[in-house]
Nanobody, 121 residues
Framework: QLQASGGGLVQAGGSLRLSCRAS????????MGWFRQAPGKEREYVAA????????YYADSVKGRFTISRDNAKNSVYLQLNSLKPEDTAIYYC????????????????WGQGTQVTVSS
């Protein structure tokens, strides 16, 4: 199970920090990441991190503004969202997969419930 939290309402230019705690089948050797889905749009990949934190990947739309991190001791992954824009408004989903490449370019195996991020202009 993947439990995401930390969403909310913020003004443009503000920041939020999303958290996701994994339980059950997710191990410390699992790649984790984030997707998002805006109203009326398809889900899109946001960021991913390998199981050991050695490799990180970002969608071009968030590069330089968002930072992914993880704490394997806590079975958790985080997404720091800075310089938020109204177009970042979406439901953000925590995901996990044995392979980080699958998160970046395909459909991850496991999905958590989403957390809403709303950015006002």
């Amino acid at each position: 199970q993947l439990q995401a939290s930390g969403g909310g309402l913020v003004q443009a230019g503000g920041s939020l920090r999303l958290s996701c705690r994994a339980s059950g089948r997710t191990s410390s050797t699992t790649a984790m990441g984030w997707f998002r889905q805006a109203p009326g749009k398809e889900r899109e990949y946001v960021a991913a991190m390998s199981w050991d934190g050695g490799r990180t990947y970002y969608a071009d739309s968030v590069k330089g503004r968002f930072t992914i991190s993880r704490d394997n001791a806590k079975n958790s992954v985080y997404l720091q969202l800075n310089s938020l824009k109204p177009e970042d408004t979406a439901i953000y989903y925590c995901v996990a997969d044995p392979r980080v490449g699958t998160i970046v370019s395909s459909t991850p195996a496991r999905w958590g419930q989403g957390t809403q991020v709303t950015v006002s202009s």
